[in-house]
Each structure stands twice: as structure tokens, then as C-alpha cells.
């Protein structure tokens, strides 16, 4: 697993860890290890993981959404030992959580927040690899489980908000779920079997709170396939060239834990004032009242980190083929390694890309603003030229640009690059 | 490595191969036959859990609602609960009647007459859920935003029904359904 691009795979048997320390407790991290090579490849992948040794703050971002999954993991374990999934008692057990379980309040204020803190990480994360080209040879696969990684997160964050069974819950998921009856002839059907039911009930709380405790460790489990591909080739960096040799690279550790070590203590800074002076802000109001199947809220809104899709969905007029645009926006995020068709990863070497690119960022918030707002006059315009143009940038302007830009001439090395800037 | 090479080499071609071409054809048969048949094995064993997902027959068993309609006054709209889902009744007036009457049929999204949605034109019962994305219309109330077209209008997405229920603007693809119902009495109705 994970074996490095120079070949030497870390685990052969015998090859005991270098750091392993003299006596009996390095006898016993020897004997450990030709068995089960544990600290050998903690080594050779953190130890001696050549890393560019120009990777800026962007480059923060994939560890730090590492640790808030984990931590997503431990308060969501906690909080299911105190939540019922039930139509009839889930409400009350979470309100019982903010109320009387010792701590209940910051456990579920930091699940909560963290979720949002989660996408927004992702969100940064993702436009760092399009600006720098990440995805591109020989990071298509890594590309493509991030891609994955996405499309799970967003399964898993609709099933946890559905689960306290507030009002915002109970038509978030129904509308979500009726968007499977736009499917020709079936689509009924489907929508029947999602419920259990003739309408969203305690058969689908009781699916997505199970779904919702697994998802978690389905996303683990493709971190890791995302980590080994990583490992593959290492980490792309801001030029956007292949490392060459000792002088472009330093060892992982300590230089780039430290280094996240402290984005880490930014972003927790950043996380405590949501947790601890505005833990309702991203939230809607709607959802502390307990669900009721005969009224529909005036405004349904779902959460922040969606109102792109949401927007693209109510932009077109026909039902199937918003449904159509709307997940097509995510699915298109798998064909990027291909619709670029430059061979030139970083953007810093790309006169034209490097100011397009900056539309696409636009374009998203501006879905967003139009998700979040009634469907009239000036917003409906707003979402639909933005629809438009989210699809006319990877369709018509990535391949497009790939081919008509010519590129300013890469750095001869990383470590050439580095020292001439004279940083 | 003189073992696998000898592994590698394609049943029934090999030189040491005993079974020669005829018996290689068997063994490709005995494989897509027994894979084949594990295959669809597996694809049945699979639909349990699928259709275990599908109403139980508890749920299943809730199936009708009964109501009396002798309180309802001219004009006024009831919602009732069928299935968990609200039914819109609409004790219609004389001129909401002939709205939903006067219209070109042929005009509409999901043309159907009036006469098609009703088993007794002053009573519309229909299933109160919006055929877009599931939203409960606006309209069943006093006071309530009914549309341009004096029907129901869902504040979701915007759709906008008639005095018959049925589409006229917005992203619903079908009009308001029409339930399974029968008068048992000149006052009464079973709705399932």
C-alpha cells in the first residue's frame, strides 16, 4: 500500500523503522513491526514524505477537513447515545440534549457548526486543486475520490438535518425525496420506497438516521483511498511542476505539521466564535418548530452550503430537467480532468485562465444569494444566467481556454523558483 | 516462477493441458454458467433489503379517511388528513364552478375538463400536495395567497392552480391529484 514513486515499498519485512530506539522498547517496536509494519510506514509516509517545499496556506485546508471529519465522527457518536430516532420523540430528544444532558448544548453545537465548517473547508479545498490544476496527470483519481467524497457529504449532512425532526427537517426532506419523482415512469415508485410510506414518516427518520450514522465511515474509508493516491504522486504545488530532487522538497514532518498544526489553532478560533456566540446563524428558525406533515413553512431554504444546487434546481422551469442540472452540476466536477485541456497545471501560468477562473467563484455565490431569496423578479434573471454560465464555464470555456491561451514559461525547479523570488 | 508461468498460460491452449480445446470450452461454459447463475442469485437475495424499504403493512393499512360534510358552508375549504397527506375539500361557489368550466381544456399542461375532477361539481377533493416537490399549497385558508387563478398557490416554487386544482403556472408538471373517494350519504365522504 502506498508504496513511494521511487519504487521502495516502506513495508518489506525486515526493514525496521530507523527511529526505533535502542533497549527493549525498540525490541518491541522491531518485533511489532516485521509482523505488522506499523511504525515503518508511519515513517515513510510522514517521515520521509517529500513534500514541495513551497506549498502557501491553501495548502492547509485538505488536513484540516481531515481533523473536523474526526471530529464530526466524535460528537455525532455521542449525540446518537442521546437522540431517539423517532417521528414522535425525536424533537424532544434533542431538545432535551440542549436542555438537560450535561454538555448536550456544545455537543450539538459543534455537530451542527462543525457541518457547515465541514463545506466550507471542502468548498476552499476544492477551488484551491481547480486554480493550481491539481486534478490534472496524474491526480484524476485523487481528483475523482474528492469528487466523491463531496457527493457523500452532502447525502450525509441532508440525513443529519432532517434527523431533529423540525419543520425545516420534515419539508428539506420532502422536497429533496420528491425530486426522485421526476424520474420518467419509476419515479413514483422510488420516491414510495425512500419514504416507506405514502409521505415522509417515521420509516424514513428511522433510514436516514441509519444511513446517517454510516455515511460517516463510508467517507473515511474513501479519505483513505484519497490519502494513498495522494501519497502516489504527492501533493501538487502552487507552480505546478513535477519536484525534481531534494532540493524542491522537504519532509512532511516536522515542516508541514507544524505548519497545520497552526492553521489548525486559526480555524479553531474561527469555529469557537460560531459555536459560542452565534451557533444559530446558519441555521433557520423554522426548524425549532416541531414538524408538521399539513403545513409547509412560507420560505423552505436549505442550508447554506447547497443553495448553489438549490438555485440551479428552481432556475429551470421544467421539473426533470432542473432535477437534471441540478445533480449534473456535481457529476460535472468528475469530467474536469478532461474538459482542461491545458497542460499546465498551476493558473499563475495561464494569462487568460488565471482571470476566468475567478468568474466560476462568482458565479457559485451568486447561486447562492439567488438560492436564498423568493423566486422573483430580478433573482429568477440572477439565477438564470448563473446557471447558465456555471455550465458554459467547464463546457464551453475550460477546453476552450486549454487551447487558445499560450502559457508563460514554467520555472526550470521548484527550488530555482523558490530561491529567485527571494523568499 | 517456473509455476506461475505455467499458470498464466491460457486454459485449454496450454502444452500440458490433459483437457486439450474441447475441454477448454467446457470449463469456459461451467465458468459463465456458474457465474451467470451467482450472479442472478445474488441480484434476487438483494431485493429483500430493497423491498423491506417499501410501506409496511401497517402503514399500508391506514388507508381511509372518512368525513362529514354537512358543516361545510358554500365557499369554504376543509383539509383533512388521508394517508398522512392533506385532502383539500372545496365546497365550491357557483362561480368558482364555472371558472374551472370555462377554460380550453386543450390550453392546459395536464388537460383534463373539470367534469373529469369531480363527482359532484360544488365538491372538489383533492390530494393537498404539490406535484412539483411535495409542498403544501397555499389556499385552504381564509386569507391565504390563492393565486392569480383564485385555486391554491404553493409558496415553494411558485406553482399556481386553479378552482379545479389543475396547473396553470409554475415548475408542477400535473395538476393536484384527485384521491379514490365515493359519497356514502348527500353529507358524507369516504375518501380511499
Redo the contacts between chains.
Keep these: 500500500m502506498a508504496a513511494s514513486s521511487s519504487g521502495a515499498p516502506a513495508n518489506t519485512p525486515g526493514s525496521a523503522p530507523a527511529t526505533a530506539p535502542a533497549g527493549a522498547v525498540g525490541r518491541l517496536i522491531r518485533w511489532i513491526d516485521y509482523r505488522l509494519p506499523f511504525v515503518a510506514f508511519i515513517e515513510h509516509e510522514l517521515y520521509e514524505y517529500p513534500t514541495p517545499r513551497n506549498l502557501n496556506y491553501w495548502w492547509n485546508f485538505g488536513s484540516l477537513a481531515g481533523i473536523v471529519l474526526v471530529v464530526m465522527i466524535v460528537t455525532g457518536v455521542v449525540l446518537a447515545m442521546h437522540y431517539t430516532p423517532h417521528a414522535d420523540l425525536a424533537f424532544d430528544s434533542v431538545e432535551r440534549i440542549m436542555r438537560d444532558v450535561n454538555y448536550g448544548w456544545l455537543l450539538r453545537y459543534i455537530h451542527m457548526n462543525g457541518a457547515s465548517m465541514f463545506f466550507l473547508i471542502v468548498y476552499i479545498h476544492l477551488f484551491r486543486g481547480l486554480y493550481y490544476g491539481s486534478y490534472k496527470y496524474p491526480r484524476e483519481l485523487l481528483w475523482i475520490l474528492g469528487v466523491v467524497i463531496l457527493v457523500l457529504m452532502i447525502a450525509t449532512a441532508f440525513m443529519g438535518y432532517v434527523l431533529p425532526w423540525g419543520q425545516m427537517s420534515y419539508w428539506a426532506a420532502t422536497v429533496i425525496t420528491n425530486l426522485f419523482s421526476a424520474i420518467p415512469v419509476v419515479g413514483d415508485k422510488i420516491v414510495t420506497l425512500l419514504w416507506g410510506g405514502f409521505t415522509v414518516g417515521n420509516p424514513t427518520l428511522n433510514r436516514f438516521f441509519s444511513l446517517h450514522y454510516l455515511l460517516p465511515f463510508v467517507i473515511v474509508a474513501v479519505v483513505g483511498l484519497h490519502l494513498i493516491a495522494l501519497h502516489q504522486h504527492g501533493s501538487n504545488n502552487p507552480l505546478g511542476i513535477d519536484h525534481r530532487g531534494p532540493q524542491d522538497t522537504i519532509p512532511f514532518h516536522p515542516y508541514y505539521t507544524i505548519k497545520d498544526m497552526f492553521g489548525l489553532c486559526v480555524f479553531l478560533l474561527f469555529f469557537s466564535i460560531f459555536i459560542f456566540y452565534i451557533p444559530n446563524m446558519l441555521s433557520s428558525a423554522d426548524n425549532y418548530i416541531p414538524a408538521n406533515p399539513m403545513v409547509t413553512p412560507n420560505h423552505i431554504v436549505p442550508e447554506w452550503y447547497l443553495l448553489p444546487y438549490y438555485a440551479i434546481l428552481r432556475s429551470v422551469p421544467n421539473k426533470l430537467f432542473g432535477v437534471i442540472l441540478s445533480f449534473g452540476s456535481i457529476l460535472l466536477l468528475f469530467l474536469v480532468p478532461w474538459l482542461d485541456t491545458s497542460r499546465v497545471r498551476s493558473a499563475r501560468f495561464r494569462p487568460i485562465y488565471k482571470w476566468v477562473y475567478w468568474l466560476l467563484p462568482i458565479d457559485v455565490l451568486a447561486l447562492g444569494y439567488v438560492g436564498a431569496n423568493p423566486p422573483a423578479g430580478s433573482v429568477v434573471v440572477i439565477g438564470q444566467v448563473a446557471t447558465f454560465y456555471y455550465f458554459f464555464h467547464f463546457l464551453i470555456l475550460m477546453p476552450l481556454i486549454g487551447k487558445l491561451e499560450t502559457p508563460r514559461p514554467l520555472p526550470i525547479s521548484i527550488g530555482a523558483a523558490v530561491l529567485t523570488e527571494g523568499r | 516462477m517456473a509455476d506461475t508461468a505455467q499458470a498464466h498460460v491460457t486454459p485449454g491452449h496450454g502444452v500440458g493441458d490433459p483437457l486439450g480445446d474441447d475441454g477448454g470450452s467446457r470449463r469456459d461454459f461451467l465458468l459463465l454458467s456458474a457465474g451467470a447463475l451467482g450472479g442472478i442469485g445474488a441480484a434476487i437475495a438483494v431485493w429483500p433489503f ?1 423491498d423491506s ?4 403493512r401497517d ?1 399500508l393499512a391506514l388507508s381511509t379517511t372518512e368525513v362529514d360534510l354537512a358543516p361545510v358552508q358554500v365557499g369554504q375549504r376543509l ?1 383533512v ?1 388521508w ?4 385532502v383539500f375539500i372545496n365546497h365550491r361557489p357557483p362561480e368558482e364552478i364555472k371558472a374551472a368550466q370555462d377554460v380550453d381544456v386543450a390550453s392546459l399542461r395536464d388537460p383534463q375538463p373539470d367534469s373529469a375532477r369531480v363527482k359532484k361539481p360544488e365538491w372538489l377533493v383533492v390530494v393537498g400536495v404539490c406535484t ?5 399549497p397555499l389556499g385552504n385558508k381564509p386569507g391565504d395567497d390563492r393565486g392569480p387563478f383564485g385555486g391554491w398557490f404553493c ?4 406553482s399556481v392552480y386553479d378552482t379545479s386544482a389543475r396547473i396553470r403556472q409554475g ?3 400535473q395538476n393536484l391529484f384527485v384521491p379514490p373517494y365515493e359519497f356514502t350519504s348527500d353529507t358524507a365522504v369516504k375518501i380511499g
Design positions: 430493497i424499504l417499501n410501506p409496511a402503514t383539509t388528513a394517508r398522512g397527506k392533506p412539483h416537490l411535495g409542498c403544501i409558496p415553494c416554487h411558485g415548475p408542477a408538471p
